[in-house]
T-cell receptor
Framework: GAVVSQHPSRVICKSGTSVKIECRSLDFQATTMFWYRQFPKQSLMLMATSNEGSKATYEQGVEKDKFLINHASLTLSTLTVTSAHPEDSSFYIC??????????????FGNGTRLTVT | GIQVEQSPPDLILQEGANSTLRCNFSDSVNNLQWFHQNPWGQLINLFYIPSGTKQNGRLSATTVATERYSLLYISSSQTTDSGVYFCAVVASYDKVIFGPGTSLSVIP
């Protein structure tokens, strides 16, 4: 159980275009989802916390107008990278925590999306 | 905010050897998880261990919350154990903070 599906796994786009990444909880409902970015040989950096039915909370230094997050249902959160530039090329990973669970429960991660902007 | 450190940053092991990875954190945490990131980027959840000791096959983990550290033991290492090991802690406001990772290479 507790499967998180992330799509696409890999995407290449041209500079200036937008890319949408989906994160779905397949067998549980997730009130909270988290989006991370990972550059090569670095750790995962939290970008934003996505709460179902409300605005996302962004970490300091993350442009909310560039990284649009929508958490429209208890099983789906999306991250849209708008007007992508080569420096946005990275590995993006989402994670989810189930309904009714708080900080004292494990997170479940998607398999990540490798974005390359040419 | 909370600081998470991991040691060693890099580790090379001969197949069959044992190792201990350490995670230190600067403040009280609500939970702690150990992950293995394989060469394809997938994060594999190894342990959810806010306190105490757990074992799963050749791997085991111990968290001493009062002393703010956790240890991951790998015994009889195999080449498939190669990758990066992260500890991640949940601090205030339900945020999950990752440590910098330990890059492990197991050579035959």
């Amino acid at each position: 159980g507790a499967v998180v599906s992330q799509h696409p796994s890999r995407v290449i786009c041209k500079s200036g275009t937008s890319v949408k990444i989906e994160c779905r909880s397949l067998d549980f409902q997730a009130t909270t989802m988290f989006w991370y970015r990972q550059f090569p040989k670095q750790s995962l950096m939290l970008m934003a916390t996505s709460n179902e039915g409300s605005k996302a909370t962004y970490e300091q230094g993350v442009e909310k107008d560039k990284f649009l997050i929508n958490h429209a249902s208890l099983t789906l959160s999306t991250l849209t990278v708008t007007s992508a530039h080569p420096e946005d090329s990275s590995f993006y990973i989402c994670s989810a925590r189930g309904v009714g669970t708080g900080g004292n429960s494990p997170l479940h991660f998607g398999n990540g999306t490798r974005l390359t902007v040419t | 905010g909370i600081q998470v450190e991991q040691s060693p940053p890099d580790l090379i092991l001969q197949e069959g050897a044992n190792s201990t990875l350490r995670c230190n954190f600067s403040d009280s945490v609500n939970n702690l998880q150990w992950f293995h990131q394989n060469p394809w980027g997938q994060l594999i959840n190894l342990f959810y261990i806010p306190s105490g000791t757990k074992q799963n096959g050749r791997l085991s983990a111990t968290t001493v919350a009062t002393e703010r550290y956790s240890l991951l033991y790998i015994s009889s290492s195999q080449t498939t154990d190669s990758g990066v090991y992260f500890c991640a802690v949940v601090a205030s406001y339900d945020k999950v903070i990752f440590g910098p990772g330990t890059s492990l290479s197991v050579i035959p």
